[in-house]
């Protein structure tokens, strides 16, 4: 994957195709439409925006949504930044906010559109950190506060509280936030901190073989006072970069220097990776953390609307956390392209337009729901159970799980609301159905078993 040539416009121009049709006609003509896709390495997408006003616009605005977009068609995470850019047609100062990174002959669209070849040294140590992704704008509940303790743990004292400190979680949960915030208060400190990707890592590393500068390459890596590897899970299947990072590790941790990875699964599920890297790598601290729960989307989307600097109503944030849970950058894409819509139709952020921005997309994304009746039915018979059961108050372990399954297919399937859920069994309370549908997500996570009861009810639900 590492060595596939990708074209970073024909990505953009892909990405801008399903951004069109993702945000009104006014906000793509403005926002979207002069700027081009101009360099993807390392994990990093970089896009040159027509002037510095489009480009803060496009970073405090679309941020998310852009990134989701892409990597929906790169089908792999990726950092975004902007750049004021030539070539998508403005002619101000280039106003490098994120340094461009080299553009090297291979990977460049047709030579003769690109302005400039950028030669950077082969590891200048930049620090690519997010400034939104601090401390203080992460959200701490339930499902996230072992990791963001353990965050700020190492961060108040790298190197001798837990080293290494993994972090995992599913997609979209928060791990290169935690990761970067834990950068920026090390770069704070005055430490010098290298942030990279795994992928970056695996480039540098091959680069460095291939070209003979393993050296550099050592004392790059090897000097550093923190390193932040981020989803090593790339790793996987990698035998030689592999080597390289199990000598890396060994000599920043004999010298004490804090590192801190992430994964999207569990280090025991990392068992490509050769064993003696799976111990290291459980040497320290492991955290995961899960899908949050309603309280905590709520909480994240109020800082987030905050920080768009909206005055966004309850009633409509209460919607959204309703709508999308158990991945947080979808949850943000939601609140952001309910602003976008607002904006671009000049009209008030309220429930009505919600349920525009939000229909539309999900319409667009699912096929034919299932008829909540037939959700009861199916669940029903499947637990050998009534639907007044399932309705009722008994709280017994088997009930209480038909009625969370129920639930979580009511949501799921029948795409009811919280409070619609409620309603149909018997007048519960949405945070309560909240509640049961996260645990049985949660759980459809860890536990195969209700994993196949829940497919065989589905597949009742599709035969009928
Ligand atoms: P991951 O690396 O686990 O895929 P990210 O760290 O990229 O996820 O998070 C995705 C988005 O969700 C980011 O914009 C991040 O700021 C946001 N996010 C995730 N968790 C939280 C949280 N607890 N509080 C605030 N924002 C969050
Ligand atoms: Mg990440």
Redesign the pocket.
Known sequence: MTTTVIDPRSVWDAALGELQLRVTRANYETWLKHTVGVSLRDGEFVIGAPNAFVLEALEQRMFSLISETIEHVLNE?VNVSFRVSMSSGGSSVAEDRVPAPPTPARDAAPASTEPAQFEWPPYTRLIKLNARYTFDRFVVGRSNELAHAAAEAVAAKPGSTYNPLVMYSG??LG???L?HAIGHRAVAMGLSVIYATTEKFTNDYIKAIREGTTEEFRDHYRNADMLLL??IQFLIGKEQTQEGFFHTFNALHMANRQIVV?S?RPVSALRLLEDRIQSRLTGGLVVDMQPPAIETRLAILKVKAEQAGHDVPESVLELLAERVYDNVRELEGSLNRVIALAHATDSPIDVDLVTRAIDDMVDSLTTREAPPDLVLDTVAAHFGMGIDALAGRKRDKKTALARHVAMYLLREDAKLRLTAIGRVLGGKDHTTVGHGCDRIAVQLGVDSALRRQVANIREALAAS
Do not use: I
């Open positions: 995470p997609v979209g791990k290169t936030h990761l981020d989803d992430t999207d």
